[in-house]
């Protein structure tokens, strides 16, 4: 079966960086987008990247650009995103998702917690 599994959280301090995996299986990994998305405490699930099958096209929000980058290892079958310059602002659960066959399929989530 489908499975997305995130890692890579943690406790970071303001400016800090962390680097989030997401290891897929039980899909043909290299032949889907994959996206990271966040939820922050009382908010809406949020879009913070995306990357194309291939990887030759990203696309990231507003409030990341710059500061965010997503890739993706095809032979590993793992996405990344390196997160640099971290506020409390992007403190949030941070999900791998994919989407086939008209059904979204998502990881357990990586805590990331942005404080002094």
């Known amino acids: 079966q489908v499975q997305l599994v995130e890692s890579g959280g943690g406790l970071v301090q303001p400016g800090g960086s962390l680097t989030l995996s997401c290891v897929a299986s039980?899909?043909?990994?290299?032949?889907?987008?994959m996206s990271w998305y966040r939820q922050a405490p009382g908010k809406e699930r949020e879009l913070v990247a995306r990357?194309?099958?291939?990887?030759?096209?990203?696309h990231y929000a507003d409030s990341v650009k710059g500061r965010f980058t997503i890739s993706r290892d095809n032979a590993k079958n793992t996405m990344y995103l390196q997160m640099n310059s971290l506020t409390s602002d992007d403190t949030a659960v941070y999900y791998c998702?994919?989407?086939?066959?008209?059904?979204?399929?998502w990881g357990q989530g990586t805590q990331v917690t942005v404080s002094s």
């Open positions: 998702q994919t989407r086939f066959a008209f059904v979204d399929y």
């Open positions: 990357i194309t099958a291939v990887g030759d096209s990203t």
């Open positions: 039980g899909f043909t990994f290299s032949t889907y987008r």
